[in-house]
């Protein structure tokens, strides 16, 4: 499904071309003109944002479309499908109610780069994708620009927190040092020092958000609303250090010393070097170097014709920064098929839509050229049987072998695992070159240190890494203050489901009741089918029951659904004003 709401450049029909390449021959002149200025470089960029920000009273419009769903003992599915666990319905129905700062620290509550999340996550596959609206063939809430809206006033109107004095006690609080200002540090960092813990991040960097502030297209963020973020957490007493790498095993070794614990949120490293002939030739990128010059103002100059060597998201990405740099031909290479390529379906569909040019089943042998890359000579590939990872084994075809004129060339395979890094921790246990954590906690083999984000997963997005900073920094509290109580919140109380079937049944989850006026039904099955949690059932009289109401997310579909007036939701939680009733008129 496309973005309902994406503007990026300017769409063509795709059309098929010869073989196995596919994308569409389309002009880049808008791309090229189009401009604007983001971040502090007040540079005229040509990254427009993917997706533009709404205004208040879109806002407030697109906020009525919810329903709300979920309840304290039942999460809401985009709220479950958020890995850090963001009260969507929550900060959702603030921004009906016109209270647009509040919803904004209701996102910034479990997610303190809730700003930069509703930018750069991949909706489609988390909060949106769960959406009851999804599922029911229609648009989902826009959750991710909601977010932005609500988080962009929220950074401009609330000032940030104070620091929190360490729980009256008057005795210091445990110290702990985190290494690495990404996400995950910078999560892990925030939920400590809102416990009053003594916390100092450490970053070789100069600026805050790791891969987000250095890696993630531009067009989808560039610098803001990072600065922003990281002072509400300086405000709540984080301290950074940036500039400072840890950089040897003493560096580790002294930091250990000094802290109470330490969080590892190192990520990952350089882009993986696959050596080719020819590869140190002018005008071939590796994908890390490419997107940090870009994001930091020192465009590029790609030429006419741009390969892009991978299948991945990040390759996707820098296909379509090269096409906004100007280039006339973007070809991605791959080696095996569409079907496996690892990006984000949507992302590959987007980036063909703009006219990314795919070659798949073709690997490179090597670089060609005088002074700089001309060609890169490829060679067609087969998939033969299925390797480790589940995915057709590419294997060249003999002969095949043809010549890919080319001005720039971008190699975006993957990043590198740390193990030399990781060498300098003791007693630190390692899967696969990522570092081994308990998963309840995020703590590693060497009781003092936890860890959480790329270096543990291998590569996901912002939000996991946020989620696994939130979660060791409660796997630290844990360590460090044994008998404190958890910050988590009680295990959900769910009144059981009456077990005779009456004419008419009233259950009830928590404060929110669900009548159902059984002998009204007329078995018709609608509600049945459209309960997006399968929550409802027929029974041998083909009437209607609600099979197990501790599923029940509340959203009310049931109620819209039944042509016989069977089901009265009552939400006590929700009481409506009439303000609140007034949906704001469409603007167009
Ligand atoms: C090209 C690209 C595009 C992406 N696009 C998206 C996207 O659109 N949406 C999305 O959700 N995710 C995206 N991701 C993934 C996302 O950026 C990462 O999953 C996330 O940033 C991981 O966070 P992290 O904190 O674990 O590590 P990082 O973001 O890598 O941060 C690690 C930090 O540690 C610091 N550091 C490392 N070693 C040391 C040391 N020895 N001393 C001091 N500091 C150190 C680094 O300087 C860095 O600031 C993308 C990734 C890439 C590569
Ligand atoms: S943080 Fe990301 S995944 Fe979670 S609700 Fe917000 S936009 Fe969706
Ligand atoms: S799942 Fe329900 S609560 Fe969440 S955004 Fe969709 S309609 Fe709103």
Known sequence: MPFPWSVAGPHTASKQMDGNVSGAEVSHSANRSGSTVDGSSQRVSPFPELKPPFDRHNARYEAFRCLYCGSDDMPAPCTAACPASVDVPGFIRAIADDDVSAAGAIVFRENPLGGSCARVCPVEELCEGACVLEQQARRPVSIGRLQRFATDVC?????????????????????????GAGPAGMACAERLARWGYSVVVYDARPEPGGLVRYAIAPYRLMQAPLPAEMERMQA???????????????????????????????????????????????????????IEQLKTGQLPPVGRRVAVIGGGNTA??????????????????????????????????????????????TTPRRFV??????????????????????????????????????????????????????????????????????????????????????????????????????????????????????????????????????????????????VVNRAWCKGCNLC?????????ALDDSELVYVKDMSRCILCGICAVRCPDFVFTLDRADMKRDADRQRVPDKVV
């Open 155 to 179: 950074l401009a109107e609330s000032p940030p927190a104070g620091k929190r004095s360490p729980d009256g006690q008057g005795h210091a609080r445990p110290k702990v040092s985190v290494i």
């Open 369 to 514: 050229g005088q002074d700089r890359v001309e060609f890169v000579e490829c060679q067609s590939m087969r998939l033969t049987e299925p390797d480790a990872s589940g995915r057709g084994r590419p294997e060249p075809i003999v002969g095949s072998e043809f010549l890919l004129p080319v001005d720039t060339v971008i190699r975006a395979v993957g990043q590198q695992r740390r193990t030399e890094w990781h060498a300098w921790i003791p007693d630190l246990n390692l899967k696969d070159g990522l570092i081994a954590v308990n998963p309840s906690a995020g703590q590693t083999s060497n009781p003092k240190f936890f860890a959480g984000g790329d270096a543990v997963n291998g590569g996901a997005t912002v939000v996991e890494a946020v989620a696994m900073g939130k979660l060791a920094a409660e796997g630290i509290r844990r360590y460090l203050e044994p008998n404190m109580a958890s910050g988590r919140p009680e295990d959900a109380v769910v009144v059981p489901t009456p077990i005779e079937l009456a004419p008419q049944m009233t259950y009830r989850q928590g404060v929110a009741t669900l």
């Open 316 to 361: 996707i990405d820098v296909a379509r920064e090269a096409l906004r740099l100007g280039a006339d031909e973007v070809t991605l290479v791959y080696r095996r098929t569409r079907a496996e390529m690892p990006a984000y379906r949507q992302e590959v569909a987007d980036a063909e839509q703009e006219g990314v040019r795919f070659r798949w089943l």
């Open 528 to 536: 049945v089918d459209d309960c997006p949690v399968q929550t409802l």
């Open 236 to 290: 709540l007493g984080v301290q950074f250090r940036f500039r400072q790498a840890i950089s040897d095993e003493e560096a580790v070794r002294r930091l250990a010393t000094e802290s109470d614990a330490v969080f590892l949120g190192v990520g990952l490293g350089e882009d993986v070097t696959i050596r080719y002939p020819g590869d140190d030739l002018p005008g071939i990128w590796q994908s890390l170097r490419f």
